[in-house]
């Protein structure tokens, strides 16, 4: 048995669907509670109804995204753990860049299923988990205090909150942060100057999914069709990755 078909095994399938499990229904019995609760206190059911209705149609095609992070990171990590993370706490840019990180600081080109071993397998997993967990134990300690905090910065700084200000704030830190890495590793500085390395398609994907989502964003914005929000995402990511592969299919 290879690594691979190790990292999906029986055990690891189980042990992740028994969290899955346990997460959809947690999430059934809150979304129980919440309808009774709408019935108690006189809400219209047809309206809930169609809120319900509106809410599966509006979540189905955005979770395309996710499902192609679970792909792509099940080549070198197997299905369970990639289908764990992102069914229950992992982001989909956080995922594939520690997973890419980690494998890379082990000694590892990246995410290569030629080169994966249980070892590495091992620190990638545990340097992902140690990573996001700070998220839910931060929550769980400040997040009453925060959740004050943002209420009081609501109406300040021309109607923006603090939170708004945070988000937009690490949004371009990381976009900055991930432009210099693909810069980086298309010109690299050597001994005898500047060399072109001809690691280009990260900034392929780059661009046309940053044009992509501009795309999405003047419909949704200047054309009042908010609607497409939930599909920008999704939408991006296929841009991208067909730009890159068609990129390293021509050149």
């Given at each position: 048995m290879n690594v691979?078909?190790?990292l999906s095994s029986t055990p690891l399938y189980l042990i992740s669907g028994v969290v899955i499990l346990f997460v959809v229904a947690m999430s059934i019995f809150f979304m129980v509670r919440a309808y009774r609760a709408g019935v108690a206190i006189g809400m219209d059911e047809t309206k809930?109804?169609?809120?319900?209705t509106s809410s599966v149609t509006f979540t189905i095609l955005p979770s395309v995204s996710i499902l192609l992070g679970v792909i792509a990171l099940s080549g070198t990590l197997g299905i369970p753990l990639p289908?764990?993370?992102?069914?229950?706490?992992?982001a989909l840019h956080?995922?594939?860049?520690?997973?890419?990180?980690?494998?890379?600081?082990i000694g590892l080109s990246g995410l290569s299923a030629q080169e994966m071993t249980l070892e590495a397998f091992t620190t990638i997993a545990l340097l992902m988990t140690a990573g996001i967990i700070w998220g839910v134990v931060c929550m769980t300690v400040f997040g009453k205090s925060y959740c004050n905090r943002l209420q009081r910065s609501s109406g300040k700084s021309g109607g923006?909150?603090?939170?708004?200000?945070?988000m937009t704030a690490m949004f371009i830190g990381l976009i900055t942060a991930y432009i210099g890495s693909y810069v980086g590793q298309?010109?690299?500085?050597?001994?005898?100057?500047?060399?072109?390395?001809?690691?280009?398609?990260?900034?392929?994907?780059?661009?046309f999914s940053g044009?992509?989502?501009?795309v999405f964003v003047y419909f949704a914005e200047k054309k009042q069709m908010a609607w497409l929000d939930n599909f920008s995402i999704a939408g991006s990511m296929l841009a991208g990755m067909a730009a890159a592969v068609i990129?390293?299919?021509l050149f």
């Open positions: 691979l078909d190790q809930m109804k169609r809120a319900i289908w764990l993370r992102l069914s229950v706490v992992g956080y995922e594939t860049s520690v997973a890419d990180i980690a494998a890379k600081s923006r909150s603090f939170g708004d200000m945070a298309l010109v690299q500085m050597q001994a005898g100057g500047l060399v072109f390395t001809g690691q280009y398609l990260q900034l392929v994907a780059l661009v044009l992509t989502m501009a990129s390293n299919l």
